[in-house]
């Protein structure tokens, strides 16, 4: 019989032992963890000030590889949004801000100044350093989030970390999914079990067109 047991779960990280999941599934169901569960991240930035040392891109840059707190409920991703828009609609974008102001001595700019249109969709955590400014320099940034996926580039990864390591016994492997913050850990985890079974099924109705 198949089967999945929860071994620990925490805010962070969740472990879960797969028994008699072949092998190929278990794999691909790793990797969807990693990387086929979208999340939100920065994906437009328009500068409105950047007198910092560090160029446009740069901080363009930062911004994008924040995690954001993710709300699949709330949010589509643009590919699947009724807006067919390419700057996207209030379903499939969120608009960020963060303004450093003037400031008196050097200082980092950090993630909690980041503020957003939607309380629920936000950096993870406010401690990511984002560009140092001193006197008589300022950011002034305008950004738009989007859900994507981490195949498109990693800084839509939903984990930072997902292992399958085999046990001792036969057809046995213990899968360890680590959450980027976005996303709880068991969600990625049920989000990513769903994604493959849709997969899978897509596949068959490729076949069958096949024959
Ligand atoms: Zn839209």
């Not at 805010?11 to 979208?38: D, M």
């Not at 709330?74 to 400031?103: A, F, Q, W």
């Not at 955590?125 to 560009?131: G, W």
């Amino acid at each position: 019989m198949y089967s999945l047991e929860v071994l620990s779960q925490d805010k962070q990280r969740i472990s879960v032992k797969l028994k008699n999941i072949p092998l190929q599934y278990a794999n691909a169901l790793r990797r969807i963890c990693l990387n086929g569960v979208p999340v939100f991240a920065i994906d437009t930035v328009d500068i409105i000030e950047n007198s910092s040392v560090l160029a446009d891109e740069g901080v363009a840059h930062r911004l994008g590889m924040i995690p954001l707190k993710t709300d699949l409920s709330k949010y589509v991703e643009p590919s699947n949004c009724e807006c067919h828009s390419e700057t996207g609609c209030s379903n499939c974008r969120v608009m960020l801000m963060i303004d450093s102001g003037d400031t008196d001595t050097t200082r980092t700019v950090m993630s909690g100044e980041i503020t957003s249109e939607d309380d629920t969709v936000k950096p993870v955590s406010d401690k990511i350093p984002i560009v140092q400014i001193a006197p008589g320099q300022r950011i002034k940034i305008e950004a738009y989030a989007r859900l994507g996926r981490g195949l498109e580039h990693a800084k839509w990864n939903a984990s930072n970390i997902a292992t399958l390591i085999p046990t001792e016994k036969e057809d046995e492997h213990v899968l360890t999914v680590e959450t980027t913050g976005a996303l709880s850990p068991e969600r990625i985890l049920v989000d990513g079990i769903s994604e493959l079974s849709k997969r899978l099924e897509e596949f068959k109705m490729l076949l069958a067109e096949l024959k």
